[in-house]
């Protein structure tokens, strides 16, 4: 089993920036890839971001392209970069991970509790 545990939430203003972080413990591999999802209120879990193990090779939901940016100092530990935040960025930040960039896209394998983000006006 994998377990993935995000820090690095919190309340911001608008413009502001705040990094995420998620760290990634027990049965993982080298090629372990990293993901965010986002969850606001009423709506459905979303994609935000994936990278590969080495960070070579990244994806971005469109919402996020050029303000955000994801990345990775190890197999174990994934960033995601969060710059010029908008009041519709608040959600809950959910670290996901897996062996192949479709899969964490689409149906990750392993979910962190998730990380509070709210950004005010």
């Known amino acids: 089993q994998v377990q993935l545990v995000e820090s690095g939430g919190g309340l911001v203003q608008a413009g502001d920036s705040l990094r995420l972080s998620c760290a990634a413990s027990g049965r993982t591999f080298a090629w372990f890839v990293m993901g965010w999802f986002r969850q606001a209120p009423g709506k459905e879990r979303e994609f935000v971001a994936v990278?590969?193990?080495?960070?070579?090779?990244s994806v971005y939901a469109d919402s996020v392209k050029g303000r955000f940016t994801i990345s990775r100092d190890s197999a174990k530990k994934v960033y995601l970069q969060m710059n010029s935040l908008k009041p519709e960025d608040t959600a809950v930040y959910y670290c996901a991970g897996g062996d192949t960039i479709g899969r964490v896209k689409s149906t990750p394998d392993y979910w962190g509790q998730g990380t509070q983000v709210t950004v005010s006006s």
């Open positions: 990278t590969t193990w080495n960070g070579g090779n």
